[in-house]
């Protein structure tokens, strides 16, 4: 398997973020749906990686920076004909080694609180995130959990 940084230009890549957002809107009321379209995720302040196993898009995730010492990870989708292959853990990963070369003290994220979301919460403890408070601009919401691993003490 093979991480890319991605333009986000290619079909395979916006299929799976269609597939995404779907998703999100299926679990969450729209009001909690935090995932980026592509637009969105086109911005400066966001790196965006593809991990290909030959020609096949098996996941995607991004790192926004929200300043100097903080990042947010954004977008993480595993294709469903790769789940249960490390595509994830491989992707979080990689976009923590590019989190820590930045110099960013600490990594964020938001993600679901129901059910649906289990596996992401649980892959995101096994690394080290802790739950924390909202973040950036975030708002306490029953349907999120936010997290966020140090990255001075790994």
Not at 59 to 78: F, N, P
Not at 97 to 123: D, N, V
């Given at each position: 398997?093979?991480?890319?940084l991605?333009d986000l230009?290619?079909?395979?890549?916006a299929?799976?973020?269609?597939?995404h957002l779907?998703?999100?809107?299926?679990s969450?009321?729209?009001e909690?749906?935090h995932?980026?379209?592509?637009h969105?995720?086109r911005?400066p302040d966001i790196?965006?990686w593809?991990?290909?196993?030959?020609?096949?898009?098996?996941?995607c995730?991004a790192l926004?920076?929200?300043?100097?010492?903080?990042?947010?990870?954004?977008?993480?989708?595993t294709?469903?004909?790769f789940?249960r292959?490390?595509?994830?853990?491989l992707?979080?990963?990689?976009?923590i080694?590019?989190?820590?070369?930045?110099?960013?003290?600490r990594?964020?994220?938001?993600?679901?609180s129901?059910e649906?979301?289990a596996p992401?919460r649980?892959?995101?403890l096994?690394n080290?995130f802790?739950?924390?408070?909202?973040f950036?601009?975030y708002?306490?919401?029953?349907?999120?959990n936010?997290?966020?691993l140090?990255l001075?003490y790994l």
């Amino acid at each position: 398997m093979e991480i890319r940084l991605d333009d986000l230009r290619g079909p395979e890549v916006a299929r799976l973020l269609e597939e995404h957002l779907q998703d999100m809107f299926a679990s969450s009321p729209p009001e909690s749906v935090h995932a980026l379209d592509l637009h969105k995720l086109r911005q400066p302040d966001i790196s965006f990686w593809t991990l290909w196993e030959q020609d096949q898009l098996a996941g995607c995730g991004a790192l926004k920076q929200i300043t100097a010492e903080h990042g947010e990870l954004k977008s993480m989708r595993t294709a469903q004909a790769f789940r249960r292959r490390g595509v994830a853990r491989l992707l979080l990963a990689h976009i923590i080694s590019e989190a820590r070369a930045r110099g960013y003290a600490r990594l964020s994220l938001e993600t679901g609180s129901m059910e649906f979301f289990a596996p992401a919460r649980q892959l995101y403890l096994q690394n080290g995130f802790q739950f924390c408070g909202p973040f950036e601009g975030y708002i306490d919401d029953p349907h999120s959990n936010f997290m966020t691993l140090d990255l001075l003490y790994l």
